[in-house]
T-cell receptor, first 116, second 114 residues
């Protein structure tokens, strides 16, 4: 299957700081990338969808000014959590997709964010 | 609104004890139904895509089947390494902006004891 990487895998930051998470599709060009967050023992919650070169589409209840998404190339999308607070602590997972891979979403390994 | 319900929420099996996981769905028009496996602290790993009723796919001890209302993930003679959360998701037709968007079920946590 297609390979998607995320960096960093874990990050601990102080309240009020910003954190950037990178998502890369390593062996295919992803026209669409998705960002999810997952709380313990719960399923994935879609935060936003981004198409290369376009503004991201955010799900209802997700603050676009707090969770900045950039999809500047067909292999890279970034999620920046601005002015992070403890309630932003979560597991963030990206996925990448395109017609080349049959519109299947391939997921990254996730990033564990802890805000102190 | 598309909905996906998985049952049971948790399943404990003895090694070698075969069973099935259920995924019931309602969707305006099914483009595809996906099964993923997720290990703790990791991202979901793609297993199968099913597109039409009657379709079946197999991978090692796993077999996925699809009807017009539900999908089953059959696990034959499971091993402890099959322990994971199994996620079902549907993709609907007609989502112009994100045609490949998924709606996930809550998952089934499978524990296989040796």
């Amino acid at each position: 299957g297609a390979v998607v990487s995320q960096h960093p895998s874990r990050v601990i930051c102080k309240s009020g700081t910003s954190v950037k998470i990178e998502c890369r599709s390593l062996d295919f060009q992803a026209t669409t990338m998705f960002w999810y967050r997952q709380f313990p023992k719960q399923s994935l919650m879609l935060m936003a969808t981004s198409n290369e070169g376009s503004k991201a589409t955010y799900e209802q209840g997700v603050e676009k000014d707090k969770f900045l998404i950039n999809h500047a190339s067909l292999t890279l999308s970034t999620l920046t959590v601005t002015s992070a607070h403890p309630e932003d602590s979560s597991f963030y997972i990206c996925s990448a997709s395109s017609l080349i891979v049959g519109d299947t979403q391939y997921f990254g390994p996730g990033t564990r964010l802890t805000v102190l | 609104e598309d909905q996906v319900t998985q049952s049971p929420e948790a399943l404990r099996l003895q090694e070698g004890e075969s069973s099935s996981l259920n995924c019931s769905y309602t969707v305006s028009g099914l483009r595809g139904l996906f099964w993923y496996r997720q290990d703790p602290g990791k991202g979901p790993e793609f297993l199968f895509t099913l597109y039409s009723a009657g379709e079946e796919k197999e991978k090692e001890r796993l077999k996925a089947t699809l009807t017009k209302k539900e999908s089953f993930l059959h696990i034959t003679a499971p091993k402890p390494e099959d322990s994971a959360t199994y996620l079902c998701a549907v993709q609907a037709v007609g989502n112009n902006n994100a045609g490949n968007m998924l709606t996930f079920g809550g998952g089934t946590r499978l524990m296989v004891k040796p």
